[in-house]
C-alpha cells in the first residue's frame, strides 16, 4: 500500500515504546487480530468466491465455497464478515448448518466432531450493501465510482479494514489459501469484470457476462480483487529468470495510449527487482496492472494503478530531490509488493515493516540499477523528512493493529544502514535473493526475518532492529573534547546500541554507550550521510 504523510519538521520525541501500548482494544480487535479456539483447528486450502455486484443499488450478493484441511478437532468455526454484510445459509455436504452473529463475525456449528486430516468445504452464501469506501485505498470498502464517460466503475481497497468487509472468510493474514482462489465476477451489458491471476473462462447469459479468474498460488485475503469497467488490454512478455513472464496491462478504453507509454517502465523494473530479488515470485499466475479508481495496491498479480500515467506519486518527488520524478511510484513500488508482502507475508499486521520497509527500499534499489549508487542514496536520505518518530514501527500483536508510517520510510532507512554495515553490494543482493527464496511463499514473523539477517550477516544486527522499529528514538552520536582527545558515544538509544558508523572520510569508529575515545583530531567529525543518526557536539 501506499501512505499520505504530514512532514514533521525537526520533531523528535524521546519517549520508550511502553507509552504505546496502554491503547485499550476491543474484543472485535482480539476476535480479527488473533488465532482464536475457532480459528485454530482449520486452514484454509482455497476459496472459490462468486460475486454479482448491482451498481445502482451498491449491493453485492455471491457465495464463497471454502475448501479447508481439518487440523484437530473441531465443531465451532469462526467465519468473518462484517456489519452490514450478512450470511444468508452455509451449506456442508448438501445440507444447512447453523450459524450465529457474534460481533463482527458469525460462528458456524458442525454436528459432529470433524477428523483430523479430513479435506472439507462449505459454501456460504452471503449478500448485502458492503461499506463504502470514502478515502480509498487509506480507509477501505467498496469503490462503486463513474469513468470519465459517466460509466459504472468499480472495485474494492480493504487492507487492513479486511477482506471480511465485503466477503466471508478467514480474514487474518497468517492462512491464506495454500492452494489459491477462483474468483467469478458476473457483470451487467459489456462491463469486464478483472481479477487475479488468469482468466480461465467467459461466459455470457440472459444479457450477464461471468468471467471466472484463476490465482494459482496462495494469496492474502485482502489481496483478492474484483475490478469492474470499460477495459481493454494489451499483453507482452517479459524474458526473466524462471523463463517468459505474461504481463497483461488492463485500462480503461480510453486510456490506452497514455497506458501504453507509461506502462513501459514494466520491463525495466521487472529486470531490476530481479537482479535485487531473485525470480518473480509468481510465474504461474503472471503479472498484471490493472487501472483502478483509486490511487494503487499490491492485489497480488492485479496490481491496482490510479497514479494518472505520470511519474512520482501524482506527480510529486516524495524524496524531494527530482530523482523521484524519473519513474512512476505506483507502478514501482506496488510492483515490489509482490516480493514483500504477496510472496512474504507478515502473520500479524503488527509486523507489517517486512512489506513496507523493503518495498519502500525496492524504490532506492531500483533507482541503483538505473541510475547508479549516489542516485539512489539521495534517494532514501530525501525520504527522511517524511519519517514522523511518532510511535514505534512495531505495534501489539494479535489485535490487527499496524505500527507507525514509519515502516515506510524510516524502515528503508533502517536498511539502508544494515546495507551499509555490509559493505558489500554483492552479499547484501546475495541476502536479499536468499531471504526470498528461503522465506518463498510464506507467512513470517519480524523475529524470524531479524534472525536471519544476523545470521546470514555474522553482523550484531539485533540493537540496531531494536532501536529503528521499537522505539521512537533516533540515535545521537555525541562528541566531546577532552585535552586534545576527542571522545564519543551514543545517547538516546536502547541498551546495547553499538552501531559502527563511517565518517565522510572513509573512516570507521565503534561508538559505545559509554565515552570512549577516537583518534586526535576527529572532534569536527562528519558522519557518513548514508547513516541516519543524529550527532550533538557537548562541552565538558
Ligand atoms: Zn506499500
Known amino acids: 500500500m501506499i501512505r499520505l504523510y504530514f512532514i514533521a519538521i525537526g520533531c523528535i520525541f524521546y519517549f520508550s515504546s511502553i507509552i504505546f501500548s496502554q491503547q485499550i482494544y476491543n474484543i472485535n480487535d482480539t476476535l480479527r487480530g488473533s488465532i482464536t479456539e475457532e480459528r485454530a483447528w482449520w486452514d484454509v486450502q482455497k476459496y472459490k468466491l462468486s460475486i454479482t455486484p448491482d451498481f445502482y443499488s451498491r449491493t453485492i450478493k455471491g457465495s464463497n465455497e471454502i475448501n479447508f484441511s481439518v487440523l484437530k478437532n473441531g465443531t465451532k ?49 452471503f449478500s448485502g450493501k458492503p461499506k463504502e469506501a470514502e478515502k480509498a485505498p487509506w480507509d477501505g470498502g467498496w469503490i462503486w465510482s463513474y469513468d470519465k464517460l459517466n460509466r459504472p466503475w468499480m472495485s474494492v481497497a480493504c487492507q487492513g479494514l479486511g477482506a471480511s468487509v465485503w466477503y466471508p472468510c478467514k480474514d487474518h493474514q497468517s492462512d491464506e489459501p495454500d492452494l489459491g482462489a477462483l474468483i467469478s465476477i458476473t457483470t451487467d451489458d459489456s462491463l469486464i469484470g478483472i481479477s487475479n491471476g488468469r482468466l480461465i473462462s467467459t461466459e455470457t447469459k440472459a444479457n450477464k457476462n461471468t468471467f471466472r479468474w484463476e490465482v494459482k498460488n496462495p494469496i492474502n485475503s485482502y489481496n483478492i480483487v474484483p475490478y469492474i469497467g470499460y477495459y481493454k488490454n494489451w499483453n507482452e512478455k517479459f524474458a526473466g529468470e524462471s523463463g517468459l513472464l505474461d504481463c497483461q496491462y488492463w485500462v480503461l478504453d480510453y486510456e490506452i495510449e497514455n497506458a501504453k507509454k507509461q506502462f513501459k517502465q514494466c520491463q525495466s523494473l521487472l529486470k531490476s ?114 519519517i514522523l518518530n511518532d510511535k514505534p514501527i512495531i505495534s501489539n500483536y494479535d489485535v490487527n493493529t499496524e505500527g507507525s508510517g514509519d515502516m515506510y520510510y524510516k524502515g528503508a532507512n533502517m536498511l539502508h544502514i544494515i546495507r551499509q554495515l555490509i559493505r558489500d553490494d554483492e552479499k547484501f543482493r546475495a541476502i536479499l535473493k536468499l531471504m526470498n527464496e528461503q522465506f518463498y511463499h510464506q507467512n513470517v514473523t519480524s523475529s524470524q526475518i531479524e534472525q536471519f539477517w544476523i545470521l546470514q550477516t555474522g ?23 577532552i585535552k586534545g582527545s576527542t571522545f564519543v558515544k551514543w545517547s538516546d538509544c536502547v541498551l546495547d546500541f553499538n552501531l559502527e558508523l563511517k565518517l565522510k572520510n572513509g573512516k570507521l569508529i565503534q561508538p559505545k554507550t559509554e565515552w570512549t575515545s577516537v583518534r586526535k583530531g576527529l572532534f569536527k567529525l562528519r558522519i557518513d ?12
Open 529 to 540: 550521510p548514508n547513516f541516519y543518526v543524529h550527532m550533538k557536539q557537548v562541552e565538558n
Open 77 to 125: 468455526m469462526q467465519i468473518d464478515l462484517q456489519q452490514p454484510m450478512r450470511i444468508d445459509s452455509i451449506v456442508y455436504e448438501g445440507n444447512n448448518l447453523k450459524f450465529e452473529r457474534f460481533k463482527t463475525v458469525y460462528y458456524v456449528y458442525f454436528q459432529n466432531n470433524l477428523k483430523p486430516s479430513s479435506e472439507l468445504s462449505i459454501v456460504i452464501y
Open 273 to 386: 527487482f530481479e537482479y535485487w530479488f531473485g525470480s518473480y515470485p509468481f510465474y504461474e499466475d503472471g503479472y498484471k496492472i490493472v487501472q483502478a479508481p483509486f490511487l494503487g495496491m499490491e492485489h497480488q498479480s492485479a496490481i491496482a494503478y490510479g497514479n494518472k500515467f505520470e511519474n512520482g506519486y501524482l506527480g510529486r518527488d516524495l524524496s524531494s530531490t527530482g530523482i523521484g520524478l524519473k519513474w512512476d511510484f505506483i507502478l514501482v513500488h506496488e510492483s515490489g509488493h509482490e516480493w514483500l508482502g504477496n510472496s512474504i507475508t507478515s502473520k500479524d499486521i503488527s509486523d507489517m515493516w517486512i512489506h513496507e520497509s523493503f518495498t519502500n527500499y525496492s524504490e532506492t534499489l531500483y533507482t541503483t540499477s538505473l541510475y547508479g549508487i549516489e542516485k539512489g542514496n539521495k534517494y532514501v536520505q530525501g525520504t527522511r523528512k517524511l
Open 459 to 481: 553482523l550484531d544486527l539485533q540493537p540496531i532492529f531494536n532501536q529503528y522499529l521499537r522505539t521512537i528514538q533516533i540515535p545521537v552520536l555525541e562528541v566531546k573534547k
